[in-house]
């Protein structure tokens, strides 16, 4: 991934990146000197949990990070966004109009619908096992209230937050260590293991294996 400074997204007291004191990847250098990365989840920053957004829709707060998507809450609604609606396609004129608060409504409803077909998807293969029904309770109780929405913020002034995860910049020369035979074993059974769980799941419907295993934390 090309390095991108996102100078205008650094916390308070932190200078730009120095490539001449550190010869590798870092977007910026914090108040006590060390280099810091924008945390990254399909390549773009995230910004933190509480985080106040301006949206399409009105003025809300992240209120979590799921799989990379931002889960907002919008607290203001613009009650002068109409938001055009089409029949089957959209290379038509819009049909009619609907409000944001109506369009935030249908787009929570939309997410939970997502989430019952994948929860009745794993009962049906695996089911209703302790262990199943547990996994499908978590899932569900992701559900939206119609106040919500899933959305991204991939550039721009990322919707007004200001403060960002980042983690400590490492020096790729430092962080190798060279592995002894039986780490290399270890390492080699362990992915196969991790193969043969993940098996199954390529029987899933399309995208709905990757969906299960982002919502369960098994990456």
């Known amino acids: 991934m090309p390095f991108n400074p996102l100078s205008h997204l650094a916390p308070t007291n932190s200078t730009p990146a120095d490539f001449s004191k550190f010869p590798y990847n870092h977007d910026f250098i914090d108040a006590k000197g ?6 990254r989840i399909k390549g773009h920053p995230v910004p933190v949990v509480g985080s106040e957004v301006i949206t399409a829709y009105g003025v809300g707060f992240i209120e979590r990070i799921n799989a990379g998507e931002c889960i907002v809450r919008i607290v203001e609604f ?11 396609t959209g290379l038509n004129a819009p049909t009619h109009y609907i409000s944001a ?41 992701l559900a939206l209230d119609s106040d ?16 960002f995860y980042h983690v400590p ?16 074993k270890a390492e080699r059974k362990a992915l196969e ?8 799941d ?8 990757d969906e299960l295993a982002e ?4 990456e």
């Open 34 to 39: 060390n280099p810091r990365l924008f945390t």
């Open 78 to 88: 613009d009650e002068s966004v109409e938001v055009p609606q089409y029949g089957k």
């Open 101 to 141: 608060r109506t369009q935030v409504s249908k787009l929570s409803e939309l997410y939970n619908n997502r989430l019952l077909t994948e929860a009745n998807w794993y009962l049906s293969k695996f089911g209703a096992t302790k262990k199943s029904t547990e996994r499908t309770d978590a899932l569900l109780n």
């Open 148 to 163: 919500c929405y899933e959305c991204r913020f991939v550039g721009g002034d990322y919707g007004g937050a200001t403060e």
């Open 169 to 184: 910049a490492i020096n790729p020369n430092l962080r190798a260590k060279k592995k002894t035979r039986a780490q290399i």
């Open 193 to 200: 293991a991790e193969a043969n769980r993940y098996l199954e």
């Open 202 to 209: 390529l029987e899933a419907p399309e995208g709905i294996a």
């Open 215 to 218: 919502f369960y934390g098994e």
